[in-house]
C-alpha cells in the first residue's frame, strides 16, 4: 500500500496504492492524509481498510492530477549540506552539526507540478532528497534510538533553490528556499514498514536526461533517526511535519562553470523503491 492524493490543487482527496497496482479512492472512509489522520491512528485505519478489501473504494479515475502525498503540513524542515561532497561544493565549511532551515509550507507542490522560476531568479537550482513524514507526535528530545519510531513513512523531495536569493541577498536561506512550486513531494507515500533501512537507498537526478546526481543515503553526515533526535531539541514535530534530509553533490550550483536552470528543463529525481518526480521548468 502506497498512500496518494489525487485531483486539483488545492482539492485533493485520499487515496491508495495497492500492491496489484489499482488505484483506488479513500475520499469516502477518510477525510484527507492531515496532522489529525497520524494523529488519531489514521495510518492503523487506512491499513486495515485495504486488509479489509477497501469496502466502498472506487477506482480513482485514469490520468487523474497527483497531488502531494500528505496535505500542506506545519512545517518543513530542511538539512543543509547534509552529504560531504556536497558540502564541499557548496562552500562555506563542513558543518560539526546539522545545518537547520525552513521553507515556507506555500512552496508545497505535486510530484509533476510544473516549477516556477520567480521574477528576478537568475539562478535556479535542483536538490533530490529523501523526506521522512512524521506520524506521532516528538514533544521533547526523543532518544536516536526510539526516533524512527515516529515516522509514518518516507517519500522523494526536491529542494529547489534560487541560490542569488539564497546566498547573495543576506539574512537567512529562506528567501531562496520558499517561493511557489519550490517544494514537491512524492509521488506517494510509502509507510515505515516498508523501506527496511532509510540509510540504504539511493537517490538520483537528471536535468534534461543528463544524469546530475547520484548518492547513497548512507552518506549522510548525520541519519534519519539522529536528524529527528536533533530536531526535536529546538521544536515539537507534529504528526505530518516533513524533513527534508539533504541532496548529495551534483547540483547546478557545484559545476564548473555552474548550470541552473531554464524555463523548458525537465528535472526528473527519485530515490530506490520510493518513486519518482518529475517538472517542467516555466517562467513566473
Known sequence: MKLIRFGEPGREEPGVILE?????DASGQFHDYDEAFF?????????????D?????IAIPPGSRLGPPIDRPSKIVCIGKNYLEHAKEFGEGIPTEPVLFMKAT?????????????????????EVELAVVIGRTVSGIVAESEALEHVAGYAVFCDYSERAFQKEMGGQWVKGKSCDSFAPMGPWLTPVGQVSDPQALRLWCHVNGEHRQNGWTGDMMFGAAYLIHYISRFMSLLPGDVIATGTPSGVGMGMEPPRFLQPGDCVECGVEGLGELRQRVVAG
Not at 485505519?45 to 486488509?51: D, K, N, Q
Not at 478489501?53 to 473504494?57: A, E, I, L, N
Not at 508545497?108 to 539562478?123: A, F, L, M, N
Open 53 to 57: 478489501g477497501c469496502p466502498d473504494g
Open 39 to 51: 494523529a488519531l491512528g489514521g495510518m492503523e485505519a487506512l491499513e486495515a481498510w485495504v486488509e
Open 106 to 126: 506555500s512552496a508545497w507542490s505535486g510530484p509533476h507540478d510544473d516549477v516556477i522560476r520567480p521574477e528576478g531568479s537568475t539562478k535556479l537550482d535542483y
Open 20 to 24: 496489484d497496482g489499482r488505484w483506488i
